[in-house]
């Protein structure tokens, strides 16, 4: 069959000359790799480049507009996005969309949607491929910088969000779309079957976080390459770095209308899309609370619609590190390190709750403190040797305050190092671990998304308790570790802990999932675990359409049983 063959693409790697879009067709789809993940040592080419991107931005502040109806649009509603690990600098002026506005994109959205949707798979994957080539080549140092300074990322942090996932998002998602539509039903003489993927009819609104880049791009993008038509409301606190991921799309030949950018207040934004009878979806990244009235809201309104809304929603977490007595101490240490405080704690993976034997606890706890006082905390543009800045807002710097100031007057919990912080120029939190003599203190159930590590210490001979507890204690299941050398604990672990985590860790740290490698989420209250980074994820945003064709008449009705 024709369509089986046509969709055949290869992969190059970003430094071959003939961009990846440019031989899609007649090539192999096989060979895509991860995005290499650059180091940006001391006088590479990385690093000059980024250096002028962050140098360029120095002391700008970009006005960014709402994009509705393939115009930029300003209402009077307007914002502004700071620099988290310094205040006082405005990165970006942007705007709130008002609910008139939003209505209107919603209809420009579905003005467009059929010619989308009719569009092969093949050119709408081709322009995603762009993208990914100009994030990956040109664009790259730009959309570092914007991560940097909007979200305070450090260099590495920046790089695997907004470059090496980013990228692979784009990549491997134009790859599985075409893989699903290559794998077509058997078909039987004399008919023909073929399967059509079409985009979900009406609009998707996609609603991301601020914590990475890439998250953006993926909630946006992927409804979009099977045909869809989305509204994005981004992070008031990444609208920078969303703005320049929008801007590439439509650079990379994304048509007007097909993604809209829509800064809003969320719930304005949430209120009015859940209203319209055009809903088809939503794709939601952030907090359970926001996802959880997004839900109800659409449960409410569900007589109106003219289709069920596909409701995907990736939300926070819990993690655990688990220690077992035959853990390489080492690992433990310079893994929980790295999950607890990378970018300060505010991934959805990262570690806030660790269980560790009474005979292990002596030596991991003098190696955490040492190694937590070597962890500077500042400006990562000014100072490449920060390990995590500021955290993201004044909101969340609030909310952690709570939890030190817990700390500091619980008689179950006692602070080993940090716990304090202060918001004069940034948002800064010193990196704190705590340890707490009530394994079921709210501090080891709800999530704190901010450099916070709690340890439990229970006796090495009550593993298997412990097991049990960690499963029940939090209402989440998104991702945990377990760190032992004795096989039959790690498979036990493993057993008992199954529906603990949808990303799980055997001797390795909580975060740090690579697209097509680790696809990525959680159910509980964790979210709807589609898996973002794998080959599902994108069966959400398709209805799949089944077309039989028969090819000779049909010269009776009577079956042959009947004469
Ligand atoms: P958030 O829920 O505060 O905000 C997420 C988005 O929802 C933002 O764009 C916000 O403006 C919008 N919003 C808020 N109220 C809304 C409403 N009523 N209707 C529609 N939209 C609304 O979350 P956040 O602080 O940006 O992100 C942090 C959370 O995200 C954490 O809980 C973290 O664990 C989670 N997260 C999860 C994953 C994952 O893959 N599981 C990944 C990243 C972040």
């Not at 606190?237 to 007007?256: D, H, K, N, W």
């Not at 498979?491 to 199954?498: I, K, P, Q, S």
Request: hydrophobic share 40%; with cysteine; aromatic share 10%.
């Amino acid at each position: 069959m024709e369509y089986l063959s046509e969709y055949r693409i290869h992969l190059i790697p970003a430094t071959c000359v003939t961009p990846c879009w440019l031989r899609l067709i007649h090539s192999e789809i096989k060979d895509i790799k991860n995005e290499p993940v650059l180091e940006f040592r001391r006088g590479s080419p990385e690093l000059a480049a980024l250096q002028k991107a962050l140098k360029d931005l120095q002391g700008k502040m970009e006005e960014i507009p709402c994009m509705v109806g393939g115009e930029e649009v300003w209402t009077k509603d307007v914002r502004y996005q700071v620099s988290p690990y310094d205040h006082s600098q405005k990165v970006a002026k942007y705007c709130y969309a008002d609910k008139e506005l939003i209505n209107k994109a919603i209809n420009a959205a579905v003005s467009v949607r059929r010619d989308w949707d009719l569009k092969p798979l093949r050119d709408r994957a081709e322009i995603f491929l762009k993208a990914a080539d100009l994030i990956s080549g040109p664009r790259r140092a730009e959309v570092l910088a914007k991560t940097m300074i909007g979200q305070a990322k450090t260099i590495v942090q920046a790089e695997i969000d907004a470059a090496a996932e980013l990228i692979d998002f784009l990549r491997f998602n134009a790859k599985y779309a075409l893989d699903l539509q290559n794998d077509q039903p058997i078909s039987c003489h004399p008919s023909t079957n073929k399967m059509v993927y079409r985009g979900l009819e009406g609009f998707v609104a996609a609603v991301s976080p601020f914590n990475f880049t890439a998250i953006g791009g993926n909630l946006a993008g992927a409804p979009a390459l099977m045909g869809g038509v989305v509204l994005w409301k981004p992070s008031d606190t990444a609208i920078l770095s969303g703005y320049a991921v929008y801007q590439i799309l439509l650079e990379a030949g994304l048509p007007p209308n097909v993604i809209q950018f829509v800064p809003a207040d969320g719930p304005v934004f949430g209120d009015t899309v859940t209203s319209s009878e055009h809903l088809a979806g939503i794709n939601f990244t952030g907090s359970v609370q926001t996802f959880k009235r997004l839900w109800k809201q659409v449960s409410e309104n569900l007589d109106q619609y003219r289709t069920f809304p596909r409701l995907a929603g990736e939300c926070g977490g819990k993690n655990f590190h688990f220690v077992h007595k035959s853990a390489d101490v080492n690992s433990v240490v310079n893994a929980t390190i790295r999950s607890v405080f990378e970018y300060g704690g505010q991934k959805c993976s990262a570690c806030s709750r660790m269980y560790v034997p009474d005979s292990l606890w002596p030596q991991i706890k003098e190696q955490l403190i040492e190694e937590v006082k070597k962890i500077k905390v500042g400006n990562p543009v000014e100072d490449l040797s920060t390990f995590f800045s500021a955290v993201i807002d004044e909101k969340a710097f609030g909310r952690i305050r709570k939890w030190l100031q817990h700390a500091h007057s619980s008689p179950n919990l006692s602070i080993l190092t940090g716990g304090k912080c202060d918001d004069t120029v940034g948002y800064f939190v010193e990196p704190t671990i705590i340890e707490t003599k009530d394994p079921k203190d709210p501090i080891m159930e709800e999530e704190i998304f901010g450099p916070v590590l709690t340890v439990y210490v229970y006796p090495g001979n009550k593993y298997e308790e412990i097991l049990h507890l960690i499963d029940a204690t939090s209402p989440y299941g998104l991702t945990g570790a377990v760190f032992a050398q004795d096989k039959g604990v790690i498979n036990e672990a493993t057993r008992l802990l199954r529906n603990a985590a949808g990303n799980f860790y055997i001797n390795d740290k909580s975060t740090g999932a690579v697209v097509a490698q680790q696809p990525f989420g959680g159910s509980r209250a964790s979210g709807t675990n589609d898996k973002p980074g794998g080959p599902h994820y994108i069966l959400r945003w398709t209805s799949p359409q089944a077309i039989k064709e028969t090819h000779v008449p049909l010269t009776e009705w009577k079956y042959p049983y009947m004469s």
